[in-house]
């Protein structure tokens, strides 16, 4: 890029800036909605919850069901991002 074009887009750089912001702020929150971790202990307090009687079969199915239909959410999406 010469100095001429360098010269001429000058006034384009905060926006260049922001937009580059934006995109490291939005890799920074898909990575962390698509981290499973959080979900897997999530489960595992889960059922530490019913051997504990703290909550019912019927609650523990329900919410193991949601979190197991996010975990196959999140690999569903690792897999559409590594091929």
Do not use: K
Not at 24 to 41: H, K, M, Q
């Amino acid at each position: 890029m010469g100095l001429l074009s360098q010269l001429a887009t000058l006034p384009l750089a905060p926006v260049r800036g922001v937009a580059w912001v934006m995109e490291r702020t939005l890799e920074a929150a898909e990575n962390e909605y698509y981290d499973p971790e959080p979900i897997e202990r999530e489960l595992a307090e889960l059922e530490r919850s019913l051997l504990a009687g703290d909550i019912d079969e019927e609650t523990f199915d329900r919410r193991e069901d949601e979190l197991l239909d996010r975990l196959e959410e999140i690999r569903a999406h690792v897999q559409g991002t590594d091929t």
